[in-house]
C-alpha cells in the first residue's frame, strides 16, 4: 500500500500522559500535514511541514504539541500531559507542490486519541 | 473569518434515489474547492476539485458545480448505493491553507 499510514490506529491513555503519533507520507511527497478532527466537526489545520521545514503551526497547537519531520520523510506529533479535550482522531496528510492550483493532499487513516 | 457552511447536516435517502449536497463558503480569494469523503473512522478520500474558473466536474457518479460570484458549491449524487454512507466534506483553499466544513452526514438506506 502506497497511500499515507499512521500509526498506531487508536490510542488510549490516561490524562497527564504523554502520546506520540506516526505519519508515513507517500514517499517524495514534500508537504505534510497534522489536522485534528473532532465528532461531526471538520478537520482543524494543526501544523504543516515542506520537507524538514515546519513552516505554519496554528494557535490550536499549543506549547503542549509539537511535531517533527527530522529528515523529511515522516513525522512525529507529540502531545505532552494529554487533557481530556484532547480526545480527538489525529489526521496526516501529505501532497506534492505544484505550480498549479490543484495540490491535492491525500489523507492517512488517522489516529484516534481517547484521553480518560 | 473564513467559513465553510455545509447544508443540511445530514440526510438519510433510499438506496437508488439522487441527492444534493450544498456548501456555501466566504474564503477569498482561494485556490480550488474540494469535495472530501469521509467513511467512519477514516481518512477523508478526494472526490473532486474545481479551481476558481471551473462550474462543474464530475468523477462517476459525483458531480460537484461551483458558482464563485454567489460563493457556493453543490455535490450531485446520481442512483446512490449503500457504500455512499459517509460524510461528505467541502473544503475550501487558498495554496496549502485548507478551510474545511463541519460535512454532511449521508445515510443511504436500503
Known amino acids: 500500500d502506497t497511500g499515507v499510514s499512521q500509526d498506531p490506529r487508536h490510542k488510549i491513555t490516561k490524562r497527564g500522559q504523554n502520546v506520540t503519533f506516526r505519519c508515513d507520507p507517500i514517499s517524495e511527497h514534500n508537504r505534510l500535514y497534522w489536522y485534528r478532527q473532532t465528532l461531526g466537526q471538520g478537520p482543524e489545520f494543526l501544523t504543516y511541514?515542506?520537507?524538514?521545514?515546519?513552516?505554519?503551526k496554528s494557535r490550536l497547537l499549543s506549547d503542549r504539541f509539537s511535531a517533527e519531520r527530522p529528515k523529511g520523510s515522516f513525522s512525529t506529533l507529540e502531545i505532552q500531559r494529554t487533557e481530556q479535550g484532547d480526545s480527538a482522531m489525529y489526521l496526516c496528510a501529505s501532497s506534492l507542490t505544484s505550480l498549479a492550483a490543484q495540490e491535492t493532499q491525500y489523507f492517512g487513516p488517522g489516529t484516534r486519541l481517547l484521553v480518560l | 473569518k473564513n467559513q465553510v457552511e455545509q447544508s443540511p447536516q445530514s440526510l438519510i435517502i433510499l438506496e437508488g434515489k439522487n441527492c444534493t449536497l450544498q456548501?456555501?463558503?466566504?474564503?477569498?480569494?482561494?485556490?480550488?474547492l474540494r469535495w472530501y469523503k469521509q467513511d467512519t473512522g477514516r481518512g477523508p478520500v478526494s472526490l473532486t476539485i474545481m479551481t476558481f474558473s471551473e462550474n462543474t466536474k464530475s468523477n462517476g457518479r459525483y458531480t460537484a458545480t461551483l458558482d464563485a460570484d454567489t460563493k457556493q458549491s453543490s455535490l450531485h449524487i446520481t442512483a446512490s448505493q449503500l457504500s455512499d454512507s459517509a460524510s461528505y466534506i467541502c473544503?475550501?483553499?487558498?495554496?496549502?491553507?485548507?478551510?474545511f466544513g463541519k460535512g454532511t452526514m449521508l445515510l443511504v438506506s436500503p
Open positions: 511541514f515542506q520537507n524538514e521545514a515546519q513552516l505554519e
Open positions: 456548501c456555501n463558503y466566504t474564503v477569498s480569494p482561494f485556490s480550488n
Open positions: 473544503v475550501v483553499s487558498l495554496y496549502s491553507t485548507l478551510t
